[in-house]
């Protein structure tokens, strides 16, 4: 018995099955939609609020800080209310009304602004004075280490070592980065592959940034292999994995489906796993699911 906290982790592992189009290569989807807060960053908020706090950065008279697009926030919210922390959190005003609700719901103050570009820098100035603490997911080692901690080692033991291809849509890129610090140390062949979106599509959840905004935790070293999704494929693949595999997911768990399906094709054999970031249902508002 425990606490929310303790739920968070220990996500299914579950084989892709109708849309794997390459019998000699087996496809895994790594379910962290089942994670309380609903989706993967529920790691990451943990790991770097609880990292702060035994460190003595965050007290209960903090007022805590983050720009986000939408998961992280939630997962922030949740884990600051179980803490008795305040939190504002920034967000770019396009987002679904779901998100916001969520995070209201667990507590914290939402601000909305034109872009993520904008709620970082937004982010960073009120961060700097006096009583606030700004988290940082960009450049907080914590948020990889969350992965490096459990995702990894969860992912090494439920593929009894087999992994042989690991795939991750990019947007603070702390999945792909401590995933890939872990994996790479069990086996050096495993191959790390990330998905960033074609340059004209927009995908919740998977970023191609400026230099100026690029994550300062990012390691170009460790990702052997990017792959570009557009926008239209990610949709798709959402669709077709909620109804022919039953997997309720986002648009960049489908970005991510349909990076493994075009790396599944080129193998001979192997063992993909990607990461089905979050729930479908924080896109309900959205034409995601229709068509």
């Not at 019998?23 to 989706?39: D, Q, R």
């Not at 700004?134 to 490096?148: E, I, P, R, S, V």
């Not at 309720?248 to 790396?263: I, N, P, R, T, Y």
């Amino acid at each position: 018995m425990g606490n929310i906290i303790d739920c968070i982790g220990n996500t299914p592992l579950v084989e892709i099955q109708k849309l794997n189009p390459n019998p000699g290569v087996k496809i895994y989807a790594k379910l962290e939609g089942n994670n309380p807060g609903g989706s993967v960053k529920d790691r990451a908020a943990l790991n770097m609020i609880r990292s702060a706090m035994e460190r003595g950065e965050i007290t209960k008279g903090s007022k805590l800080i983050e720009a986000t697009s939408g998961n992280t926030g939630i997962a922030l919210a949740m884990i600051a209310g179980i803490y008795g922390l305040d939190i504002e959190l920034v967000m770019p005003s396009n987002s679904t009304r779901e998100r916001t609700l969520t995070m209201e719901a667990y507590g914290a103050k939402v601000t909305l602004l034109e872009s993520i570009e904008v709620c970082r820098d937004y982010a960073e100035e009120k961060g700097a004075q006096p009583g606030y603490f700004l988290l940082d997911q960009f450049a907080n080692k914590d948020n990889y280490l969350a992965h490096y901690k459990t995702t990894g080692p969860e992912i090494w033991r439920d593929t009894e070592h087999q992994i042989t291809h690991f795939v991750s849509s990019m947007g603070t890129t702390g999945s792909i980065m401590g995933n890939s610090l872990f994996l790479k140390e069990q086996n050096p062949e495993i191959q790390i592959v990330g998905c960033q979106p074609t340059e004209e599509s927009s995908i919740p959840g998977i970023r191609r940034w400026p230099a100026a905004y690029l994550p300062k935790i990012f390691d170009a070293k460790r990702v052997d292999r990017t792959m570009d999704v557009s926008q239209e494929e990610a949709s798709h693949y959402a669709r077709l994995m909620a109804r022919s595999e039953g997997i309720f997911a986002g648009m960049s768990s489908g970005g991510a489906l349909a990076c493994s399906v075009k790396l599944a094709a080129e193998l001979s054999s192997g063992l993909i796993v990607f990461i089905a970031c979050d729930r479908g249902d924080r896109y309900l508002s959205s034409d995601l699911f229709i068509g």
